[in-house]
């Protein structure tokens, strides 16, 4: 860095008579603000005075032989200096902070101080005790280390002050650095983290939006409806176009549903009147190889299974009953007598009595 000296220029020798002699403007650079002139006159260093407007006949301006531009300004400089870890392949940075500010511009273009961090640098380096502090720690342990060797910069500059000749140096601060491989390492980590982080925040709102989409939908397709609606996602002709397709598609499907219950109940009944007919059928059969019938009760048996009425039997006939074993029912006429139903050659007929 160009600090405190900006620039040194070397002047060349002004010719001519004494009241003539005027160095020319173009020799001597313009002075930036905050900086001063110093120029060599055979041995010596003269600031031109401060304030005045640039002379080219003044005696420095043509007896000097080179300038320099000297930056009076304070100005805060950065110093740094490695420490050692307990791993040799890692190291620590110690940046050292100064305030620096010219209090002799004479001294400083006598020196030539270009680069002030040459000589705090130098004033860093002075400090045997300091590389101690980092020794004993891994690079992990930064933060330990930043600590430690902030108190022994306090300490040390308070004993042993920086000093540079023309200039007024103050110890600011101290910060300690990790390697820059560490550095990389560390940030490739921190970046990784926050990517899953990231990540992981993506779903979490994911998964809140689908369960409120999951409740939204919950609630039928009019909530739906309405939702999308009054966010202006969803036209309203369109709801009402869908919801008067879905009605006809419905009421078409009840028809449908109504038509085909019809019929399979048309099917039952038949299945079953046919199942009616079948059993009138087998219970004629039946009878047919039975010696005594009872016509009254097949008549009804018959109508109840069509789904008819029984006629009504005569109030003054009793119907006839079996002779029981127990002698309580009237006598069995014997042969052919009245009453008997005999089946003959297949058919039925009535017979007579035949005395004994």
Known sequence: MNYPVIAEHILPTVQGTWWSRRRRREDVPPLPPGAAYVFRVGGNYRTFPEGMVFDPSHPDVLDASSLSLVDTRARLVDVERPLPSMSEADNFTLRASFTCQVTDPVVIARQGIIDVTVPLRAYLMGDSDLPRVSAGHRVEEI?????????????????????????SVEFVSAEVHASDDLRTWEQKLRDERRSWELQQGQRAFETQDAMRIAELLSQGSDHVDAFGIARKEIDVTDVAARIHRITDEESARRDRAETTERAHAQARETAEAQMRRDMLLTLLRQMGGSEYVDYHQVLEQVLRETGGQAAPRHPGRRRPRPHGGDGTGPPRPHGGGPGRIARRGGRLRHGRGRPR
Do not use: K
């Not at 600590?147 to 920086?162: D, K, L, N, Q, W």
């Open 143 to 167: 933060n330990a280390v930043r600590t430690e060797a902030g108190h022994r910069m306090t300490a040390y500059s308070a004993i042993v002050p920086p000093r540079v000749a023309g200039m």
